[in-house]
């Protein structure tokens, strides 16, 4: 993400764009509006975000029991900027968000970082032109770019583009149907490569904004989610759950991921990260997904990167391990 003049977290203008349908579009439920946390900032500014935080009432983790298959495939860490702090915080990174160039797809996958500990894995969003991904103008760099991942990449494009109002290189404004062809042809695409990849959509948390905006049957299903917004995030994956997996908008094998998260306010991120990670690690679906945390110093959503935050280090530490026990007393 690119930093805009007001120090948000996003590059882009937060008007929402219409609401075109996808086929078979997901039922809009959980929140009563679909009011998300980019269009108040647009309309209101940074300094309105207190009116977001308000004390965190924790919900039970809905999918079932802990699949230690699912944990193997969740891949932990942060943006790509700052695997360097991670690491000498000693904490593992599998997993990293990377966003590609705009307007044009890379031939070649973004360099994979390593860690010490493991294989590192990638969650990658592009950002081709519409008309010439829907006409097959990509196909070569396509081909191309996926000799570079792994099992377990993750790969999107436009993400979060229900509320960005993106415009591509030839002037096109995005829609719904736009997003949910380029998701689905990129799938089909893959799938016919035989690449391990597996596609998906990130969008924001509210599901009645974001269903439009996703195409049915993908690979698995990503939100950005921050507390400022989301308080209690294991009621919002809860709601995700029920519209991918028990009313089936997913495929039979589509994961929750988290692909974003962070707290404004650096006392609740342990317990915040604690609650996002554990959730995810206890889906019973074994696809990739991933719990990855997104960092801006000059951001109000996330905040800066704290060395000497030694409480959401250590958590950050366990979560990277895989030590779900709750040792920081969640």
Request: aromatic fraction near 10%.
């Amino acid at each position: 993400m690119k930093l805009s003049t007001l120090g948000i977290d996003l590059g882009k203008t937060f008007h929402l764009v219409g609401m075109n349908q996808c086929a078979s579009p997901a039922p809009a439920v959980g929140k009563s509006t679909d009011f998300t946390r980019r269009k108040f900032l647009a309309a209101a500014g940074a300094s309105a975000l207190s009116f977001w935080t308000i004390s965190c009432a924790r919900s039970s983790i809905k999918p079932g029991s802990v699949s230690t298959t699912t944990d193997l495939n969740l891949m932990r860490g942060c943006n790509t900027d700052f695997v360097g702090d991670y690491q000498a915080a000693g904490i593992t990174v599998s997993g990293v968000r990377h966003y590609c160039a705009h307007n044009t797809v890379p031939s070649v996958w973004p360099t994979r970082p390593t860690d010490p500990n493991t294989t590192v894995f990638m969650c990658v969003s592009i950002y081709p032109n519409v008309s010439t991904l829907l006409s097959g103008g990509y196909d070569s760099q396509l081909t191309s770019f996926l000799q570079g991942a792994q099992p377990k990449d993750m790969l999107n494009c436009w993400h979060e583009a229900s509320s960005m109002s993106y415009t591509d290189g030839t002037g096109h404004l995005l829609t719904s149907t736009d997003q949910c062809k380029m998701l689905t042809y990129l799938q089909k695409f893959v799938k016919a490569q035989g690449s391990p990849v597996v596609v998906g959509a990130i969008e924001v948390p509210q599901w009645g904004t974001s269903s439009a905006w996703m195409s049915s049957q993908l690979d698995f299903y990503g939100l950005d989610i921050y507390q400022n917004q989301e308080s209690d995030p294991v009621s919002t994956l809860n709601v995700w759950w029920d519209q991918v997996v028990t009313n089936g908008y997913g495929s039979s094998v589509a994961t929750i991921a988290v692909c974003e998260c962070n707290c404004d306010n650096a006392a609740s991120r342990p317990c915040y990260f604690y609650d996002v990670a554990n959730w995810l690690r206890s889906q019973t679906r074994s696809g990739p997904s991933c719990f990855l945390t997104y960092w801006n110093p000059n951001g109000p959503m996330s905040g800066p990167w704290l060395s000497t935050d030694t409480a959401t280090i250590n958590e950050l530490k366990n979560i990277g391990n895989g030590n779900y026990n709750n040792p920081g007393g969640c």
